[in-house]
């Protein structure tokens, strides 16, 4: 009996820490905030976007098990969980954006157009109209993240399908092919025409270079300019032990924020920012040392994060539903890294990046942690072990944020009151 | 007769003591294989497949529970850690996209420390592979290359 009443008690304790680990949806935020699990397991879910009337879209890297790779959700009865749900689609990628009555998603080669009716329910989920096609796929870095600017320009990304240019990509000794021939067709931001059918690269025009591969962009309306963050190079200790230690590589290079103008070299392959001696440095496949500086031709950043953390969507705060301080401002989100290993990773959570006078300030916070939901807040050691993994970010239309998860597919709302 | 039933126990005792002593001694031997293979994951292999071989999700494949890790085409494994490996990798539904590094510097013993240590680390319990299994492995690419 006695064995009993302990089993029971246990737990009795066991449930309530459970209960109380998912506070939140477990997430950690900052005073007055609320999170809540929107959606869990609809697949890998890389960006999302949501209309008007709150009716979420997220892209789903693969298909699911019912071979849909774009999801539809909406919240009906208002309870802050989606109770509609359904799919289309048989391609995976990243790229989902809303433009009017208009719903964008992109493929790892192409980006299509769907047309939404006045419930926002998809009219065309068979037949979208091609929009840009044939845009290189090499598998590495082939996300093709987009974004809108204020008149119908898409910008999208195409990544460079390599690790920094070597003529054999990750290849021990092996030299950066001078110059980069990966710049003419990927390591970019290209523009074309959000209105204009069956475009491909001759269309369009290479708006940013030198950006090794960039999963979050997102355009600043206040001041009408396009926000990039790029995930730096890989592998510095692995392939220099003479340059670079396994500590020096977990902390090398940033993961760099830009504020991109028209025709802007960020400087891939051939330098990476180094965030303590706040210097682009060159690559040591271009016979850098680790302190030799890079040319001055190349931006510099707005704000460097640390290194490996995987940038993976950026949203500008629009909303009045959350303090003051966070209008205009930048949220980010961080995948995690891998390559700090044999170091703890980093990363798996969601930051703010303050603007002041439409700059960033630099000062950057987390907003949401604990994504990864290790236990006692432990540091993610595999990244496989991390249970969600902070990819989408898109506004709702009453100001609160969701965050989407690539993982298994979960989708967080994140929501203020006073 | 009187000797021979002596010289039987002993004749028995020895093989026992030889079997035990080469069973030992093979033991060490894959203790020291896998000791090796340590060494040489964690300078080679770890940063991708990480330090529980759970590897990363859709860039970097698991070897802990990979079923192509712990089967029986050793060629196979032995060809991608010599050369490299540039396609998607589809693997027990998973699907993943890095390039792995070449590795045209480790010798044919070290080839097999480090696939041994694979093949008996975390929840993997595949037979240990041997020098000569590396060698028929390289020599088979070869003569497919020609």
């Given amino acids: 009996m006695k064995k009993q009443i302990q089993l029971v008690s246990i737990a009795l304790f066991a449930f309530c820490m459970n209960i109380l680990a998912q506070e939140n949806a477990g997430l950690k935020l900052p005073e007055g905030f609320k999170a809540n699990l929107y959606a869990n397991n609809i697949g890998g879910a890389r960006h999302i976007a949501i209309t008007k009337s709150g009716v979420v879209f997220a892209k789903l890297n693969n298909p699911n098990k019912e071979g849909n790779a774009i999801i539809r959700l909406e919240d009906a009865n208002n309870d802050g969980v989606a109770d509609k749900i359904n799919g289309f689609a048989k391609y995976g990628g990243t790229g989902i954006f809303v433009k009017g009555n208009s719903l964008y ?4 080669e192409a980006v299509f157009k769907y047309e939404l009716n006045s419930k926002d329910e998809v009219v065309n989920p068979l037949t979208p ?229 439409g700059k960033a300030t630099g000062e950057w916070e987390i907003f949401a942690n604990g994504f990864a939901g290790m ?18 970010l898109a506004q709702g239309p009453d100001g609160s944020i969701y965050v989407s998860d690539d993982n298994k597919g979960a989708i967080f709302k994140i929501s203020y009151s006073k | 007769m009187k000797n021979f039933s002596i010289i039987v126990p002993i004749n028995g005792f020895i093989k026992f003591a030889l079997l035990f002593c080469f069973l030992v001694l093979t033991q060490l031997c894959n203790a020291q294989n896998k000791i090796n293979g340590k060494k040489i994951f964690e300078t080679r292999c770890l940063v991708c497949h990480q330090s529980d071989g759970g590897g990363v999700p859709n860039m970097n494949p698991p070897l802990d529970g990979a079923t192509n890790v712990n089967g029986k085409d050793i060629a196979r494994l032995v060809n991608i850690i010599r050369n490299g490996y540039d396609e998607r990798v589809a693997l027990d539904g998973m699907y993943y996209n890095n390039a792995m590094t070449a590795n045209p510097d480790l010798k044919e013993d070290a080839i097999a420390d480090v696939l041994t240590y694979v093949r008996n680390s975390w929840s993997n319990k595949a037979g240990a592979v041997t020098i000569s299994q590396v060698k028929a492995a390289l020599l088979k690419n070869k003569a497919v290359k020609k």
């Fill in chain 1, 375 to 392: 236990e006692n807040g432990a540091k993610v050691t595999n990244t496989g072990k991390a249970k969600a993994r902070p990819c989408g």
């Fill in chain 1, 105 to 108: 998603a992109s493929s790892n």
């Fill in chain 1, 129 to 357: 109209l091609t929009i840009v096609s044939g845009l290189l796929d090499r598998r590495q870095h082939n996300s093709k993240s987009i974004t809108f600017d204020m008149a119908n320009n898409i910008y999208v990304n195409i990544g460079a399908y390599s690790n920094a240019c070597q003529e054999k990509d990750r290849t021990p000794g092996s030299q950066g092919m001078m110059p980069c021939p990966i710049l003419d067709s990927a390591g970019g931001i290209w523009k074309f025409d959000g209105s204009k059918e069956n475009q491909t690269y001759k269309d369009g025009k290479r708006y940013a270079t030198g950006l090794r591969n960039v999963l979050g962009l997102d355009w600043n309306t206040e001041t009408n300019k396009l926000f990039v963050a790029q995930h730096g190079r890989d592998q510095l200790n692995s392939f220099y032990p003479n340059l670079y230690t396994d500590a020096q590589n977990a902390e090398l290079p940033a993961e760099t924020f830009y504020e991109i103008n028209e025709g802007d070299n960020a400087g891939w392959p051939y330098v990476y920012y180094d965030p303590s001696q706040h210097k682009k440095i060159v690559s040591p496949e271009y016979g850098g040392d680790g302190k030799k500086e890079g040319s001055s031709e190349f931006k510099e950043p707005a704000v460097a994060f640390p290194a490996h953390m995987a940038p993976m969507a950026v949203l500008f705060y629009t909303g009045n539903q959350f303090p003051t301080k966070y209008k205009n401002g930048a949220f980010i989100s961080f995948h995690g890294s891998w390559n700090r290993a044999p170091l703890p990773q980093e990363g798996f959570f969601v930051a703010f990046i303050p603007f002041k006078n």
